[in-house]
Every structure is written in structure tokens, then in C-alpha cells.
């Protein structure tokens, strides 16, 4: 990698011409063997497509049976010495419309190169991903897999593998016990039918993972039924011991028992049913969303620019929409919908896209940046794909740089590749968290983060439910991440409505009727209101009897909060005077009724003080 930085940077400085260029895929047998792939080619110019050096010689032609025989030359640049064909006699990679695929017959086939027993055409199909050679009467691996194949294919077992992951194979071969795995291809075929390529990548990761814990420590085990209580001890105490967390070790030690309990309920074999129990799973307790604090995403929103206009356009888009990686991988090139405009004249615009986990299609509102986002990704499409393409985002043509970004027709750029576009920004960019430590994005991390933000922004949770495409409110649960400054805000609130009696314990202010009437809010509240607080008393009750703001402070049904303080305050300066004056002149009366006056204030005076305090 650090030779070809150095040659593109070489080639940039010192031929200039080769600035704008056409890169594809290599189609000479020379070239496809080597491990470097080709960074220039000009078909306007004779020069090496490793290094694009114009210092190259004739290297006689393509020999060998069934070969082309195409003029080669060779480059003459002692660090590269690559072997090519002349560049004006290359194919392309376009689809040859006269090859049909010999298993979907589709006509979207290119070259792959040549076989490498008799030197035949190889063609690639680009719908079924087959590699077949014209007139060959070799079929494809039969569907009823044969439990001695070590390395079985998803479709292969009639699952359908997500199109943005690239795993595609089960391989069992790292299971060295005869016994096990022939059990483990028995148990997985079995739950094929039922279940997810994932949920099926698990239980295989489950058996490998117990194969090389007998094969350490218990070599001697030679069938199923020498397991027994205390062996699967020592596992669960070695799966513990490996600092994983929580939900991997559940994983593990989950499948196996399913393992186990599959195997004797259809009578493959006889173990302890009671070989696993509840109490060896993992404590979980709910765990935080995995979501991308502002101080980061900050980081990476002024530094989009430095990534490949496509993959920039997904950041903005997983950014928004929160959606999983699965969907936004394969979201169709037409995934926009005009719905209307609203009482202003604004239009409304939504995006379709199909969710895999859910197995069904979605529309989701998002902004009018977004809609232009998408508009341009898909004008971007447009020029590199005339005659259409499905998906709206693809994977680079081989052998395109990061700067210059030339779309795959058809083929969806996997998940590894898009988080490696991230984390070598977050690299080359040094974005970190508050502490300083380099940040690791997953995709995931978006999802969490839309979830996260709405969450705090006060959106309904039965929108964020909609919004995410989750079944339960459980799901959208794990997103209540309440930021700090929310918190404090919330509390603050609380301790400015809170609403307090005489006695300064804390109430509910009842009242009866519908608040959201707007005609009944301003007719009921007004009647309530009081200066120094609010009246809670019953309307059956009738209307109250006693005179002045001052009676209201020995009166069961008064209410108020923080917001009256200063008022209470003035009350009992007030009140204390009246006071003073009546001890001095010793009329009892006076006396009697605003003692009790001094008392209720004072209560309240405090009982607010030290809340607000606190």
C-alpha cells in the first residue's frame, strides 16, 4: 500500500496528462495473478497501469492455447516490472450481450479472466455472481449439501445472506473432532429452515468455539455422550474468563445449549438435559445506546468534505434516517416520494427503502437538505450508469481511488468497506472523544444516535417506534439516554412547577375538565389563579368563603410553588409587623389568626429554600 502512495504520488507529479484517467478491471491472465492491483490506465496512452510510467518495451504477444494473442510490453521501471497488454486493445468490463449465463441466463456477463487447466474464457455473471465457462455441462453444487463437504454455501442451503455483508460460506473445517462436526452440520442444516444466514453464522461461531475448548482440554473426548456436568463447567468458566461481554458470552453459551437441547429432542443423541442451566447465562442489565456524543459528531460533520462525494452522501443519509446499515446498503436508486405540500406550500418529501431484519418495505418523512442529498447522489449515478442502475449507492469500480470514486454498476458497497472510509477519517482527521481518545465508528453508532437525539428532543415514543421500525417499545427503550443538560433542564422544570400546601408537602394541582380545550383552559384557570399561588378546592365544594389573599395561607386547598416566593417572603414581613404590634398592645385576636399565618409562611418559605437549594 505504501509503494502505491508512493507511485501515484510519483506518477502525479511527473505526468501531468495522467491526471484524468479511466480505471477499470484488468482482464490480462498476467495481471489478474498479481497481487497489486492496477492504479492507472489512459487508453489514450501507451503507460504501465501498476505505475503509469511511460517507460515500457514489447514484450512479444499473449501465447498459450485458446489465448488472444494481444501485443504485450512490459515496465521498464526497476520497482514495478509489471506485464499488459496494449492498452487500445483492453476490454472494458462491459456486458457482453451475446453471453448468457449457463445458470440464470442473464445477458449482464463480463470476462473474468481464463481458466487456468486449458486457458478458456472465463465470464462473470453480474446478476447470480457466477463464474462459468461457454459449453461447459458442469453443474452447480446440488442444494441437498452432503454432510462430508466441510465448506457449505448460504444459497446454496436456500439462505439468503444480506447483499452488504460479504460472508456468504459456512466452514466448518476448524471443528477437529469427527464426531462434532458431524453433529454441527446435522444440527445447522436442520435450523436453516427455520432460521436467519446470521442467527446460522452463530450457531457455527458456537460449535468452533467449543471444538477448540475440548480439543485443549479434554482431547480424550471421543462422541456426545461422555459431556457432562462438570466439562461444560469448565467451559462456561473459560468463556467467562476472556473478558467478552455479556451478550457474546450469552451467545455462546445460548447456542450450545440449543445445540444440545435440538439434538436430544430429535433423537440424534442422549445428554444430561440439565447440562446448562438458567443460572449460567450472564447478568444483563440494560445497557446504554452505543450512540455518537455532539462533541465527536461535531468533528465528523466539518470534516465530511474529505471523504468521497458518495460515501459522504450515506453519512448524511444514516444520519437523518437512523436506519440500518442492511437497508441503507441497499436502498433503491428511485427511493424518493413526493408526497405534497403542507398548509404553507412546503413540500413534503419521504424515503422508501427496504428493511431486511423486518423483511418488509418502509417510508419514512425526512427534510428537503436530505431530498437534494439524495438528488444529487442519484445525478452522480446518472453519469457513470446511462442505461440505469439499481441501487442508489454502490461499491467503487476496482482500482479507483478514494478521491476519484467510480460506482460499480449493481454491486452494493459492503459494510467493511464504508466503515473503513470512517475510521481512516477519523485517523487521518484525529477524531476523538473528550478524554482524546481515538474514535472507532460503527454503523450502528447512527442508529443509536437518531434514537438518542429524538429521545431528548422530546419526540413521542410511539414516533421514535415508527421512525426506527422497531416492534417493541422495549427496543425503542434502550435509546432513553438522557443527556446531562437535558436532565438539568428537565429537573429544573420539576422544581419550578413544583407545587407545594400549607403544610409544604408536595401536591398535585387537580384539576378537572380537558386541558388541551383552549376554551376551557383560559375559563378554569383563570378562576384559580391566585397572586401569591393557586386554588385547589373542589368545585363541589362551591365557592370559597374566605376574604383576601392572607386567608388563603390557613387554607387546606392552597397551592404554590417557587414562583411566589419573593411574595411569600414579603407576606411575612408583613405579617411579622402585625404581629409585633399586637404582642405589644396585647390584642389576642389579631394575634390568634396571623400566629398561624407566621407558621404556614414560614413552613413554606423554607420547605421552597431548601428545594431550591437542593
Known amino acids: 500500500m505504501l509503494d502505491r502512495a508512493k507511485n501515484q504520488q510519483k506518477t502525479d507529479c511527473f505526468n ?4 484524468e484517467v479511466v480505471i477499470h478491471q484488468a482482464t490480462d491472465e498476467n495481471e489478474q495473478k498479481s497481487n497489486v492491483e492496477a492504479i492507472y490506465f489512459d487508453p489514450n496512452v501507451l503507460c504501465c497501469p501498476r505505475c503509469g510510467s511511460l517507460n515500457v518495451k514489447s514484450s512479444g504477444k499473449n501465447a498459450g492455447k485458446n489465448s488472444n494473442g494481444k501485443k504485450r510490453y512490459r515496465c521498464s521501471e526497476p520497482e514495478c516490472k509489471r506485464i499488459f497488454i496494449d492498452p487500445k486493445l483492453r476490454e472494458r468490463g462491459i456486458p457482453l450481450k451475446e453471453v448468457q449465463c449457463r445458470f440464470c441466463h442473464s445477458n449482464n456477463c463480463v470476462k473474468g479472466g481464463f481458466t487456468g487447466s486449458d486457458g478458456k474464457q472465463k465470464y462473470n455473471c453480474k446478476d447470480c455472481r457466477a463464474s462459468f465457462v ?4 458442469r453443474k452447480r453444487r446440488p442444494k441437498n449439501l452432503l454432510l462430508s463437504e466441510d465448506i457449505w454455501d448460504a444459497k446454496a442451503l436456500g439462505l439468503k445472506p444480506l447483499k452488504t455483508d460479504s460472508h456468504t460460506k459456512l466452514n466448518f473445517t476448524g471443528i477437529s473432532q469427527p464426531w462434532l462436526k458431524e453433529l454441527a452440520k446435522k444440527f445447522i442444516k436442520f435450523k436453516s429452515a427455520t432460521r436467519a444466514f446470521g442467527t446460522i453464522q452463530n450457531y457455527l461461531v458456537a460449535n468452533l468455539d467449543f471444538a477448540n475448548f475440548l480439543d485443549s482440554n479434554y482431547p480424550e473426548i471421543i462422541n456426545i455422550e461422555q459431556l457432562d456436568r462438570k466439562l461444560v463447567l469448565d467451559y462456561i468458566f473459560c468463556v467467562n474468563s476472556r473478558g467478552l461481554k455479556p451478550s457474546w458470552k450469552n451467545m455462546l453459551i445460548g447456542n450450545l445449549k440449543t445445540f444440545l437441547d435440538t439434538g436430544n429432542e430429535n433423537k440424534w443423541f442422549k445428554t444430561d ?14 445497557s446504554l445506546p452505543r450512540y455518537i456524543p455532539p462533541f465527536v459528531l461535531k468533528q465528523l460533520n466539518e470534516n465530511l468534505d474529505k471523504l468521497p462525494e458518495p460515501v459522504m452522501r450515506m453519512v448524511l443519509v444514516i444520519q437523518e434516517c437512523g436506519m440500518r446499515y442492511s437497508s441503507l446498503g441497499i436502498i433503491g436508486f428511485d427511493c424518493l416520494v413526493y408526497i405534497g405540500k403542507d398548509t404553507l406550500g412546503n413540500e413534503q418529501w419521504s424515503i422508501k427503502f427496504y428493511d431486511e431484519k423486518l423483511d418488509r418495505e418502509r417510508i419514512i418523512p425526512i427534510s428537503l437538505e436530505l431530498v437534494e442529498i439524495v438528488k444529487q447522489q442519484q445525478e452522480f449515478i446518472r453519469e457513470y450508469c446511462d442505461d440505469g442502475n439499481e441501487y442508489l449507492f454502490t461499491a467503487r469500480a476496482v482500482g479507483s481511488s478514494g478521491a476519484v470514486f467510480i460506482p460499480m454498476k449493481n454491486q452494493v458497497m459492503g459494510i467493511g468497506n464504508f466503515i473503513n472510509y470512517l475510521n481512516n477519517l477519523s485517523r487521518k482527521c484525529k477524531i476523538q472523544d473528550e478524554n482524546g481518545k481515538l474514535w472507532h465508528f460503527e454503523s450502528h453508532q447512527f442508529r443509536h444516535t437518531v434514537g438518542t437525539q429524538m429521545i431528548n428532543q422530546g419526540v413521542p415514543q410511539h414516533i421514535i417506534m415508527k421512525i426506527l421500525g422497531h416492534c417493541s417499545p422495549e427496543m425503542t427503550m434502550r435509546y432513553a439516554h438522557i443527556h446531562d443538560e437535558t436532565l438539568r433542564k428537565e429537573l429544573l422544570l420539576f422544581h419550578e412547577s413544583k407545587t407545594i400546601d400549607i403544610t409544604g408537602q408536595i401536591v398535585a394541582l387537580e384539576l378537572e375538565g380537558n386541558p388541551e380545550d383552549l376554551e376551557w383552559f383560559t375559563r378554569e384557570i383563570a378562576a384559580i389563579a ?7 378546592r373542589p368545585k363541589i365544594l362551591g365557592d370559597c368563603d374566605i376574604a383576601g389573599d392572607v386567608g388563603c395561607y390557613i387554607c387546606p386547598h392552597f397551592r404554590t410553588n417557587k414562583n411566589f416566593l419573593a411574595l411569600h417572603k414579603d407576606q411575612l414581613e408583613r405579617t411579622r409587623k402585625v404581629l409585633t404590634k399586637a404582642y405589644k398592645y396585647d390584642w389576642q385576636l389579631p394575634v390568634k389568626k396571623n400566629e398561624l399565618i407566621r407558621q404556614n409562611l414560614e413552613l413554606i418559605i423554607t420547605t421552597l429554600e431548601r428545594d431550591n437549594n437542593e
Do not use: F, M, Q, V
Not at 273 to 286: A, G, H, Q, V
Open 273 to 286: 438435559r440439565y447440562l446448562i442451566t438458567t443460572e449460567d447465562y450472564s447478568k444483563r442489565s440494560l
Open 134 to 137: 461457454t459449453g461447459s455441462t
Open 16 to 19: 501531468p496528462s495522467l491526471a
Open 530 to 536: 391566585l397572586p401569591n399561588g393557586y386554588c385547589g
